[in-house]
């Protein structure tokens, strides 16, 4: 069965710092990866994904993400946030195994706090 | 195109009573995905639909809960009779494909059961 831990539940950043939200996935398969985040009071809207080829994956927003297979990561960075990117972010996987890819296993989320 | 459209956004009722939540995905859209949304578990898959038709129901916490697509623009979660343990947002999302999921999700529906 897919899991995935985001490791960090919040992180607290000031304007203009990097930032990286770390997640880690448990899956025998093949997966596809996933960064979603969600403002106030709305529904999650994707922010970039991995499905195959190149592991550095470019979102939207500056926000950008590796792959690493071999330490089942899907790290999410930005080099520099703004008080607008202030919100909840969540990794999920959806492995490719048993018919059952349509199937996204979310992790629990980090709340990314971006202080002036 | 509106994205997905939910209803109500907020709905407080008393333990008992029976709630329904409306989804409309977006259009051209053939799978359909129920979510909750809550503190302590996170976002659960309730119910996956394709092409109308249940395919996935294995998230459904019991029999108090039912979900119904009668068409490709239309759904609705039921909960009958509701507990305060169903507090929670509840998120419709749509996809064109069940693979590679791109999900986009509705703004949710907050349950308060008294």
């Known amino acids: 069965a897919q899991s995935v831990t985001q490791l960090d539940s919040q992180v607290p950043v000031f304007e203009e710092a990097p930032v990286e939200l770390r997640c880690n996935y448990s899956s025998s398969v093949s997966v596809y990866l996933f960064w979603y985040v969600q403002y106030p009071n709305q529904g999650l809207q994707l922010l970039l994904k991995y499905l195959s080829g190149s592991t550095l994956v470019k979102g939207i927003n500056g926000f950008e993400a590796e792959f690493n297979k071999s330490q089942t990561s899907f790290h999410l960075r930005k080099p520099s946030v703004h008080i607008s990117d202030t919100a909840e972010y969540f990794c999920?996987?959806?492995?490719?195994?048993?018919?059952?890819?349509?199937?996204?296993?979310f992790g629990k989320g980090t709340l990314l706090t971006v202080n002036p | 195109d509106a994205g997905v459209i939910q209803s109500p956004r907020h709905e407080v009722t008393e333990m008992g009573q029976e709630v329904t939540l409306r989804c409309k995905p977006i259009?051209?859209?053939?799978?359909l995905f129920w979510y909750r949304q809550t503190m302590m578990r996170g976002l659960e898959l309730l119910i996956y639909f394709n092409n109308n038709v249940p395919i996935d129901d294995s998230g459904m916490p019991e029999d108090r809960f039912s979900a119904k697509m009668p068409n490709a623009s239309f759904s609705t979660l039921k909960i009958q009779p509701s507990e305060p343990r169903d507090s929670a947002v509840y998120f419709c999302?749509?996809?064109?494909?069940?693979?590679?999921?791109?999900?986009?999700f509705g703004a949710g529906s907050r349950l308060t059961v008294l």
């Open positions: 259009s051209g859209h053939n799978s």
């Open positions: 999920a996987v959806s492995d490719l195994s048993g018919g059952s890819n349509y199937k996204l296993t």
């Open positions: 999302a749509s996809s064109f494909a069940a693979g590679a999921n791109v999900l986009t």
